[in-house]
């Protein structure tokens, strides 16, 4: 990463790779978790079709996968051990190459309501401690 003095708390990725490692990659989120940044990634491009994607399948990665708006797991891979709403999601309409709208779910919808939800509650926790240290 280029930008050392980068205040971010999260990275969302919304796309994978069915390789196993891009070096290049690996290297800039590894740095990136170093420097205690927390990163989510989308479980697959293709549901339970394909095994869970690069880099959603490195270790220092929150593998996401998608639930409805019951919590129940879309797919069943049993290594995703965080869940996000990502069936069904209003306004998750984006066009397509062809010009056609259409809705998108699954994990790549799911990372990016996890990842604001983790960035409430690290948000949350940096003015909790402020009021600690300060109070």
């Known amino acids: 990463m280029d930008n050392k003095q980068s205040q971010a708390d999260v990275i969302s990725i919304s796309w994978g790779f069915l390789c196993e490692d891009i070096a290049t990659i690996r290297e800039a989120l590894q740095e990136a978790h170093q420097r205690g940044i927390l990163i989510l990634a989308s479980a697959s491009n293709s549901g339970a079709n394909d095994p869970i994607t690069f880099p959603a399948n490195l270790p220092t990665v929150l593998c996401i ?4 708006g019951m919590g129940n797991r879309t797919y069943k891979f049993g290594v995703e051990k965080y869940m ?15 010009g056609l709208d259409g809705r998108r779910s699954g994990s790549s919808t799911a990372t990016p309501v996890a990842a604001g939800i983790a960035a409430l509650l690290i948000d949350y ?4 401690l402020d009021d600690c240290i300060v109070g």
């Open 65 to 68: 996968g998608a639930a409805d």
């Open 84 to 98: 996000a709403l990502g069936m069904a999601v209003n306004g998750a309409s984006v066009t397509f190459k062809n």
């Open 125 to 128: 926790t940096h003015q909790w």
